[in-house]
């Protein structure tokens, strides 16, 4: 059984910084990608990123030039840098990974931006 475990989450005032860190654990083989979505209250859950098991990335328009995904093959972990945030970048926010049948997400961890 795959589990996901994200961290990093937490109060920060706008423009300032976070990284979230999104842990893989279990009977894993061939991750074709692994990405972050959010969901702000009273929203629909959204894509943030994604980085292929090519390594290549992508991005939502709302965030590109300010989040990086990137990730640590041997720890099996992703992470997400986000700088410049915004108050609208409040939200909890979702790890996911896709490998073969798989579609496994992580339970979530909440990103406040406020001053």
């Known amino acids: 059984q795959v589990q996901l475990v994200e961290s990093g989450g937490g109060l920060v005032q706008p423009g300032g910084s976070l990284r979230l860190s999104c842990a893989a654990s279990g009977s894993i083989f061939g991750i074709n990608a692994m990405g972050w979505y959010r969901q702000a209250p009273g929203k629909e859950r959204e894509w943030v990123a994604t980085i292929f098991k090519s390594g290549s990335t992508g991005y939502a328009g709302s965030v590109k030039g300010r989040f990086t995904i990137s990730r640590d093959n041997a720890k099996n972990t992703v992470y997400l840098q986000m700088n410049s945030l915004k108050p609208e970048d409040t939200a909890v926010y979702y790890c996911?990974?896709?490998?073969?049948?798989?579609?496994?997400w992580g339970q979530g961890t909440l990103v406040t931006v406020s001053s």
């Open positions: 996911n990974l896709k490998a073969g049948s798989l579609d496994v």
